[in-house]
DNA sequence: ACCTACACGTGATGC
DNA sequence: TGCATCACGTGTAGG
């Protein structure tokens, strides 16, 4: 009454010929340890306990079963290892959330491009666009300790961020990755050094709209980075 | 000393603990069971026995504690249950997979709308949106181009560090990774994108023979980035 | 010989 | 009472 094998064929297939094998031909004996049933007046116990062996091979088929669809969906999958097929998925569903992120973003930007005339910041906007992408190496993360967050306005379209951070390892590099994952239009930016400090200036192009959202939007990146 | 499972009803992380207390308090006595062991002349058969049960045990708790992420990362998780958790993971994975098609085909449209007098903007949109996404996920690598590099020297410890790269994915992440890289005493840098160019421009403070090799070392880090 | 990764049977616990 | 799920120790096969 097993339902469907599917395939399964490059796989740990050699369990499922074992067990089949054992389903259909096991004389199911319970004597076979030489067990007397404990703690119960009848034999009904030994057939519990036959009950509870099926059942939970039937468990175990159904996990691996799981996971075998789980690798199934996750594209570049190199080590077969159970915990790596776990672990692969992790990554690659993080890695999809921040497709969808950015995408999300990009599509956003276009709805709003499309009613301003398309200018030269535009170019820089996609410039910058996909670019953050993954993080591979080390899993040790220095999170980004900011000093200090400020955004004014110079002009009708236009924003200054300058925000203070300590100097770590990888700081910059993480910095600049905060800002490219936001999508913003940026004119030019400015890091500077000095006595531990890492101080970066931003001329941001910016509606009304964008210029209220923009520091709480960039405290929200950088807190998310701190999360992985 | 049945360390029973209290509670349980949280869920299993509440195992970490227990299992963590065992590893540090139990006297671990492989005659608990009144064991001689078989087949061995020595008692070193006993010892492997031992280490196979605690390798097992961290093989277990890897494969839990890689479920238990899993889980953190798929939202909306009902039954928390094993069989469940990758069931509900895979479900999710392929609702991303929906998702971002539906919202490419979304920008595609968008793209195409404004398709009147196709510009270097929407050539730069089109080269850093799809093509970049699709080549993240293949892991292939766009390599730095640099375009001129120059390395003169203000004053008697600072020398002026300019690069022009043209930009591309991940191009402005990587100009910062190398820099970072050379443990190079900067005193400010400056990066500025214009009409697909990316111009970087480095003070940094170094003494005769670190200007010396200050070019070489810029140029053979770019160059070993593009053999992975 | 060692080490990894696995499936298995078993008793426990909670519904 | 059964039924489901779990952790555990064990034997084993492949690297």
């Known amino acids: 009454m097993d339902f469907v094998e599917d395939d399964y064929s490059t796989y740990w297939e050699t369990r499922m010929f074992e067990q089949k094998e054992e389903l259909d031909s096991w004389g199911w004996d319970e004597n ?10 009848d034999g009904s116990s030994s ?12 468990r175990r088929k159904k996990l691996n079963d799981r996971l ?10 190199s080590k077969m290892d159970k915990a790596s097929i776990i672990k692969d998925a ?10 969808e992120r950015r995408i999300q973003a990009e599509i956003e930007e ?6 301003n005339t398309p200018d030269i910041f535009d170019l820089e906007r996609m410039n910058t666009s996909f ?5 591979k190496r080390s899993d040790q993360i220095t999170p980004i300790e900011v000093l200090e967050l400020r955004v004014s306005e110079v002009g009708e379209r236009t924003s200054i961020v300058s925000i203070t951070c300590s100097k770590k390892t990888d700081t910059m590099v993480k910095l600049c990755e905060v800002f490219e994952s936001l999508q913003l239009k940026i004119i030019t930016a400015n890091i500077t050094a000095f006595s531990g400090r890492l101080l970066k200036t931003v001329f941001v192009e910016a509606d009304d709209t ?3 959202q923009l520091k709480r939007k960039i405290e929200t990146a950088i807190a998310s980075l701190d999360i992985h």
């Not at 569903?93 to 497709?99: F, P, T, V």
């Open 32 to 41: 076979l340890y030489g067990y007397y049933d404990s703690s119960s007046p």
């Open 47 to 58: 057939s519990a306990t036959a009950k509870n062996i099926v059942s939970e091979r039937n």
């Open 68 to 77: 075998f669809a789980l690798r199934a969906v996750v594209p570049n999958i």
């Open 90 to 99: 992790i990554g690659y569903i993080q890695e999809l959330h921040d497709d």
């Open 110 to 115: 276009l709805e709003s491009g499309r009613q």
């Open 131 to 135: 670019t953050g992408m993954k993080k």
């Open 210 to 212: 964008e210029k209220a």
